[in-house]
């Protein structure tokens, strides 16, 4: 099967607004098996509505809508997409009492105008809404499918993963199972290079490389009549992967994420972590005390952006900022060793750089940041040149902060030597 999206709202079109359903809906529907070939983003006017969908009707097998399914004249997604089908409109008492329930728990009575909401295309199934109040609904007709999900992504997501994907799940006779493979450390052409004769050709399992700030992901997946065939065909192409990067893979866990990697290695090693942040004024912290039961490792966190703070608060000498400056491989260990003395920290992770958009230089160019990580007293210090805006620039210093301190870990407590691919 091939799906098409159409995404309603004028607010989208002006940029008001993040399409993130954009990338969920892609994401979930790769993971199913469905190819989607166009995406359309489409203002709140019926003729344009109904333009768009008659030609993703024709072309396609699935038809996903987000959007235009509230309770206001402009909100015209539903009965486009029921006068397009030829299907009457008539009012699903379940729909209109889960609607009334939702402004009754909030003490409010329901006005007027949400009874449009309740209103459904003759047939379909409807979906009912657990977190707001525009139902979703399914309209089968000609073997094709239109499928309709209100624009909130707090609606949006649940439903589909709760209703829609169990349904398009049933419509098929065989199962789709995919396998997260997750690497930092290494670049993506590096990893595009190693396995082009496994995406090239391997059919099922499919295996797709995904660029991440930071990292690499790659999808394995499978299609057969049950998930246990599916898991049996996935599991060498998995294996294959780990001979290939070993050590740049952190986790073959689709929950797990870098920080909780990073997380779990120091855990396990029963080390102590302290963070020391310049231009990331925080960020690294944020993602580690992301991660529940940080508590057990974190120590003390410090953000010390300016001159003064790195000399008040680690000891850095005056001079040496002003030989060096504070973008610096000097300074960056100096703010390690400060951090490690005051905290007796087992790791200490440092980061100091220039963000912009102003203040570079010939030497010390916008995008120039030291990133440093001490493990127990054995210090390394890495240069990068991020390129982006300010906050670009700030993203890809956090991520690569976590990567830096899984790799110090790992070599530290280990023969393992990491090459310089994620560079």
């Known amino acids: 099967m091939n ?3 159409i995404f309603v709202g004028t607010e989208i079109l002006l940029g008001n607004i993040l399409n993130t359903n954009a990338q969920f809906l892609s994401e979930q529907c790769a993971a199913l098996g469905i190819s989607c070939y166009y995406q359309t983003v489409v203002g709140d006017n019926k003729d344009r509505i109904t333009k ?16 235009g399914l509230g309770p206001t004249e402009d909100d015209l997604t539903k009965e486009t997409v029921a006068e ?23 003490g409010l009575e329901m006005p007027p105008i949400n ?18 109040t525009a139902p979703g609904i399914i309209c089968e007709k000609d073997g094709k499918m239109a ?12 439903m589909f993963e709760n209703d829609v994907r169990p349904y398009l799940s049933s419509k098929s006779d065989t199962v789709i199972v995919s396998k997260m493979v997750k690497m930092c450390g290494i ?16 059919s099922n399992p499919t295996v797709a490389p995904y660029a991440k700030t930071g990292e690499v992901h790659v999808r394995v997946t499978a299609k057969a009549p049950t998930e246990k065939e599916a898991s049996k065909l996935i599991k060498p192409v998995v294996r294959e992967l780990k001979n290939r990067f070993g050590p740049y893979i952190y986790t073959t866990e689709e929950d797990v994420t870098l920080e909780k990697a990073c997380v779990d290695l120091l855990i396990s090693n029963h080390l102590t972590v302290s963070t020391v942040e310049s231009c990331t004024g925080g960020l690294v912290a944020g993602r580690l005390i992301n991660v529940p039961g940080v508590s057990e490792v974190l120590k003390l966190c410090y953000v010390t952006y300016s001159n003064k703070a790195k000399r008040k608060m680690l000891g850095i000498k005056k001079a040496i900022l002003e030989k060096h400056t504070a973008v610096s491989r000097q300074v960056c260990e100096d703010m390690l060793k400060g951090a490690a003395f005051i905290n007796k920290a087992d790791v200490v992770l440092a980061v100091t750089g220039l963000a912009g958009p102003d203040g570079g230089t010939e030497e010390i160019p916008v995008g120039t940041v030291f990133i440093g990580c001490s493990v127990k007293g054995k210090i390394t210090v890495e240069k990068y040149n991020f390129s982006g805006n300010r906050s670009k620039i700030r993203e890809n210093a956090v991520a690569y902060s976590l990567v830096l301190l899984r790799r110090c870990v790992l070599e530290y407590f280990s023969e393992v030597t990491f090459g310089s691919e994620g560079q």
């Open 52 to 67: 768009t969908f008659l030609q993703a009707w024709d072309r396609s097998d699935i038809v996903i809508f987000s959007g």
């Open 3 to 5: 799906a098409e999206f």
């Open 147 to 158: 499928i309709l999900l209100p624009g909130p992504g707090n609606e949006l997501m649940p």
């Open 187 to 202: 670049g993506e052409s590096a990893v595009d290079a190693r396995i082009r004769d496994l995406t090239e050709e391997s």
């Open 84 to 106: 397009a089908l030829d299907l009457p409109m008539v009012m699903d008492k379940k729909a209109m009492d889960s609607i009334r329930e939702f402004f009754a728990r909030r």
């Open 115 to 132: 009874e449009k909401q309740a209103y459904v295309p003759q047939g379909s199934k409807v979906l009912y809404n657990a977190n707001g």
